[in-house]
């Protein structure tokens, strides 16, 4: 959206950035996780470390067919549409919701005309997309890579130290 038409109702710009990010989620997926996965396999996994895109590549579809190129890709394409139409609707919400309160309407000065709305409605849209992007993130990278994962807890605080252990030397006294 433009943002210089007159705004509908916050739900219904919101239902369209989340039809708009749903497509744009899953054909980024479709299109760039063969080269996220060779750059993974150069970072990250034994024996690809020295080796160039094009030698990833080649050695990849010669042991595991095109298929190779595309391992992992179930989360990143589920979460992708997810995330990303998470992110657009809540900042096509955000902003036309604030589109009421002519405060959040006024320029910021030495902006070239940003306004207050812009800036909430973007933090709003970006910590959503976070908080959801950041485990299906793990979880894709873990399999590209051939390890095993799980998400289940995965923003549950874990206690550093056992409190029960007395025999743990390296518990802070």
Known sequence: MTHNEKRD??????????TVGVLYGTTSVMVGHPLDTIKTKMQAQKGFESSGMLRTMTTTIK?????????GCVPPLW????????QFAVFE???????????????????????PRVLLAGFCGATSRAIIECPLELAK???QTGQSYQLSGIYRVRARYNTTDTTNSTAPA
């Open 9 to 18: 109702h916050w739900f219904k710009e919101g239902a369209i950035g989340l």
């Open 63 to 71: 042991k595991e067919g095109i298929i190779g190129l595309y391992r």
């Open 79 to 86: 979460g992708s549409g997810i995330y990303r139409s998470t």
């Open 93 to 115: 919400a955000a902003y036309t919701y604030l589109d009421q309160y002519p405060v959040m309407k006024a320029e910021i000065p030495g902006t070239l005309g940003l306004q």
């Open 141 to 143: 990278v873990r399999r």
